[in-house]
Antibody, heavy 120, light 108 residues
Framework: QVQLKESGPGLLKPSETLSLTCSVS????????WSWIRQPPGKGLEWIGY???????SYHPSLKSRVTISVDTSKNQFSLKLNSVTAADTAMYYC??????????????WGQGTLVTVSS | EIVMTQSPATLSVSPGERATLSCRAS??????LAWYQQKPGQAPRLLIY???TRATGIPARFSGSGSGTEFTLTISSLQSEDFAVYYC??????????FGGGTKVEIK
């Protein structure tokens, strides 16, 4: 059974960099797309971006200038960095596994989520 | 960006009744449509992909239909554990991958 778990600081100040890591267990990170998705309190889901196991990436256009997603296949992990955070970045952050094939990126495994709060 | 619109925002249903949730795409997404269920304090769970294929372990009372721009998730006989928020997601054209705003299914 594939399991994902997010880790990283839960409280940031405005202008700092959000850094999260997703550890994948029970399966290989190879051959899949791996995404970060966030959900502000009481609101809906927003896809942030993905990294393919090969290292190729795709980002939400509205976040592209601030986001970097990377993969470390040797550790079976992938990571999110979001620069210059503001209160609007306060959300539950989920990591999730996407499809194995391009064009079929729906999310069949999710982490439990980690709440990141941005406050001065 | 493909905008996904879900209706209604809230659906009040009695246990044992049928629930019908709608999702509309701003342009055709073929059948590249997934549905998720999210309960309070939990991550979303994949229910349906390919507009109509149930994910592993999903009960048969959940069914999906539609193609192009109009999609429906039907829960044939609501159980207590089905009261939750449901999201649709298109994976036809990205970036960005986009979700609908959600439909909350509540007890009537």
């Amino acid at each position: 059974q594939v399991q994902l778990k997010e880790s990283g600081p839960g409280l940031l100040k405005p202008s700092e960099t959000l850094s999260l890591t997703c550890s994948v267990s029970g399966g290989s990170i190879n051959s899949y797309y791996w995404s970060w998705i966030r959900q502000p309190p009481g609101k809906g889901l927003e896809w942030i971006g993905y990294v393919y196991y090969s290292g190729s990436t795709s980002y939400h256009p509205s976040l592209k200038s601030r986001v970097t997603i990377s993969v470390d296949t040797s550790k079976n992990q992938f990571s999110l960095k979001l620069n210059s955070v503001t209160a609007a970045d306060t959300a539950m952050y989920y990591c999730a596994r996407g499809g194995i094939l391009t064009g079929f990126i729906y999310f069949d495994y999710w982490g439990q989520g980690t709440l990141v709060t941005v406050s001065s | 960006e493909i905008v996904m619109t879900q209706s209604p925002a809230t659906l009040s249903v009695s246990p044992g009744e049928r629930a019908t949730l709608s999702c509309r795409a701003s342009q055709s997404v073929s059948n590249h449509l997934a549905w998720y269920q999210q309960k309070p304090g939990q991550a979303p769970r994949l229910l349906i992909y390919g507009a109509s294929t149930r994910a592993t372990g999903i009960p048969a009372r959940f069914s999906g239909s539609g193609s192009g721009t109009e999609f429906t998730l039907t829960i044939s006989s609501l159980q207590s554990e089905d009261f939750a928020v449901y999201y649709c997601q298109q994976y036809y054209l990205w970036p960005p991958l986009t979700f609908g705003g959600g439909t909350k299914v509540e007890i009537k």
